[in-house]
């Protein structure tokens, strides 16, 4: 059974920490994503990559950075963690760039809670 | 910019009451649109995935179906079981997903 594995489901940070959340798929898939999930605005792309060390902005990149060291490893940075930042975050991977088949794979996501 | 608009947010049913949701979308190209469920706590599960205007897919006591300009999928006598929240996403030519806020079906015994 493939899977996405975020490394935290809950996570409690203090405003202006630095906080980091995991993301590790057993698929071989060639692109990750990062999105956060809020109530009636649905999910929304912060940051995605189609290759190792290859990284790409979403649509909410400020306030966000990643890192892609590894093909299966895609991580999430909040470089000053901000209330307005509280959010599910969810991280998803994909075969390859054109294969809409089976779509994305989904963790079972993070819910930070930033105080 | 993509454009992806579900209704209703929220749909109360009775067991064995069939209903439609009801995905709107506008992109530039579209390469395929996708079907989600999600349950509370969990990341969304992948349902279908439909390319044209005038495809169907079906799966247990789901069906979608798509034209140029929205798509609905079906629930037929649902169950409990049902209720989860549904997410309507579209991928275009960026090949990136563009995704609606959802619908949250309650399914009553």
């Known amino acids: 059974d493939v899977k996405v594995t975020q490394s935290s489901r809950y996570l409690v940070k203090r405003t202006g920490e630095k906080v980091f959340l995991e993301c590790v798929q057993d698929m071989d898939h060639e692109n990750m994503f990062w999105y956060r999930q809020d109530p009636g605005l649905g999910l929304r792309l912060i940051y995605f990559?189609?290759?190792?060390?290859?990284?790409e902005k979403g649509d909410i990149p400020e306030g966000y950075s990643v890192s892609r060291e590894k093909k299966e490893r895609f991580s999430l940075i909040l470089e000053s963690a901000s209330t307005n930042q509280t959010s599910m975050y969810l991280c998803?991977?994909?075969?390859?760039?054109?294969?809409?088949?089976?779509?994305?794979?989904f963790g079972s996501g993070t819910r930070l809670t930033v105080v | 910019e993509d454009q992806v608009t579900q209704s209703p947010e929220a749909l109360r049913l009775q067991e064995g009451e069939s209903s439609s949701l009801n995905c709107s979308y506008t992109?530039?190209?579209?390469?395929?649109l996708f079907w989600y469920r999600q349950d509370p706590g969990k990341g969304p599960e992948f349902l279908f995935t439909l390319y044209s205007a005038g495809e169907e897919k079906e799966k247990e006591r789901l069906k979608a179906t798509l034209t140029k300009k929205e798509s609905f999928l079906h629930i037929t006598a649902p169950k409990p079981e049902d209720s989860a929240t549904y997410l309507c996403a579209v991928q275009a030519d960026d090949y990136k997903l563009s995704f609606g806020a959802g619908t949250t079906v309650t399914v009553r015994a």
């Open positions: 998803a991977s994909s075969s390859t760039r054109t294969d809409v088949s089976y779509g994305y794979t």
């Open positions: 990559s189609y290759d190792v060390k290859m990284k």
């Open positions: 992109v530039s190209g579209l390469r395929g």
